[in-house]
């Protein structure tokens, strides 16, 4: 994570480009969890077709799906929207108040 210190500084470009930064990387974090959920449904149709009845191994995959998901949220989320292009300018406009940027 940035400094306080080093925020500051920043020129509005650099700050638009922390926005965007921020705002990839929380869509990353969607497409992350839908691909969890895929996956996890996928081993859950597999075991019904192939093994029902015996042991649930799907629960090892989603447990790991999961802990990925909390450790990759965790690194990402502050707040919690997905809507990128309004999400650029909020965080923008955000971290422009916060850090008193006159510019």
């Keep these: 994570m940035e400094k306080t210190s080093e925020l500051h500084t ?13 705002v990839e990387a929380r869509s990353g974090f969607t497409v992350h969890l839908i691909a969890g959920i895929g996956a996890s449904i996928l081993s859950v149709i597999i075991y019904l077709l192939t093994s029902l009845g015996g042991y649930f191994w799907p629960m090892w995959v989603m447990i790991a799906l999961g802990l990925s998901l909390v450790a990759h949220g965790a690194a990402v989320f502050p707040s919690s929207r997905f ?15 916060k850090y008193s940027f006159t510019g």
């Design 83 to 97: 809507n990128r292009k309004d999400k650029v300018k909020a965080e923008y406009d955000r971290l422009r108040q």
């Design 10 to 22: 920043m020129t509005e470009q650099e700050l638009m480009k922390l926005a965007r930064k921020r």
